[in-house]
């Protein structure tokens, strides 16, 4: 028998290789949405293993979620996503989700890397995010509100600022105001020309923002179709975050991956689909086929435009690729015998 090796890639060299450069991590996913479109990628879908038996119930207890898949193009690379969720980790001084990445060999199916994807997971929604703010907000967009002041709050509004440098008012809404005032002061250390603000009025927020960006556990929508303006952009994020009327108001209705989610049949759109008030048919455009210019993006500033994403596991995949392969150039990480 041949022998084998996997490379282990901790946290720290997942760090020093580029999972924290948003920029590279942008390019990645927008490389991925378009591979996608070109069906230059293999996606199962995800296995879901939760905890308990209603939403309110893995929401407390958790869930534990594989995403395997395959993307080619540059990439060429296989693999799968481990995730755990752990809503009360917060208790034992944990972060709420853990992440490994597995990456097999598309040749051999022998598996070449284990990673540590947590910053990886949080890294490649905030980007997920600013793609779509990049092509869905208004260009001059100056106001955002980002609700939940939780771990994805900073990748949230680092990659929206990347696509949107004119944001220089932040409103941030939690449920636990502390944790608002928490991310509002390290905000503007980190942005000093932005004005950060902790709010309770979500309604006040929300009619003066150009995007509004969700991003919680709700299982009830707390943002109003009624409140948003003319050329708000509108980010459902996670759950069943925003009402109904947000989508029914919405010019445009723009999505990741629309069988995911409804598949995955917890945000308000997919809700909506279930009972008939919205059709496939509704849908504007996946990312995918904007940034192949087979869909427009925004085509004016007066537009509202909802936009729902579930995530895929295999833009976790793409960005540990990138990863592993500088890992392979400089040398970093650690060599285990797989078969000896």
Known sequence: ????????????????????DMQAVINDVERVYVLKHQGDIIAPGKCVMR????????NVMGRINAMPGYIGGEYDMAGIKWIGSGPMNFKKGLPRASVTIIL???????PVCIADGTAVSTMRTGASGGVAVRLLAKSDASVMTICGAGAQAPTQLEAALIA??????????????ENAERFCESTMKKYPHIKAISTSDIEKATRESDIIDCVTLASEPFIKGEWLKKGAFVMNMADFEVDYDCVKKADKLVVDYWDSIKHRMISTVALMWKEG?????????????????DKPARENDDEIIYFNAVGAGISDIAV??????????????????YWE
């Not at 028998?1 to 290789?17: G, P, R, V």
């Not at 540990?320 to 015998?337: D, E, F, M, S, W």
Request: net charge negative; with cysteine; hydrophobic share 35%.
């Open 1 to 20: 028998m041949s022998t084998a090796e996997i490379l282990f890639l901790n946290n720290k060299a997942m760090e020093e290789l580029g999972v924290t």
């Open 51 to 58: 905890w308990g038996k209603t939403v309110e119930d893995e």
């Open 104 to 110: 097999n060999d598309p040749d051999t199916k022998l």
């Open 164 to 177: 949107r440098p004119s944001i220089n008012t932040l409103y941030v809404y939690d449920i636990k105001m």
């Open 277 to 293: 008030l919205v059709k496939d048919e509704d849908i504007h455009a996946e990312l995918g086929e904007i940034l192949s210019g």
């Open 320 to 337: 540990t690729t990138r990863c592993y392969k500088n890992a392979q150039k400089t040398g970093k990480g650690i060599k285990l015998p």
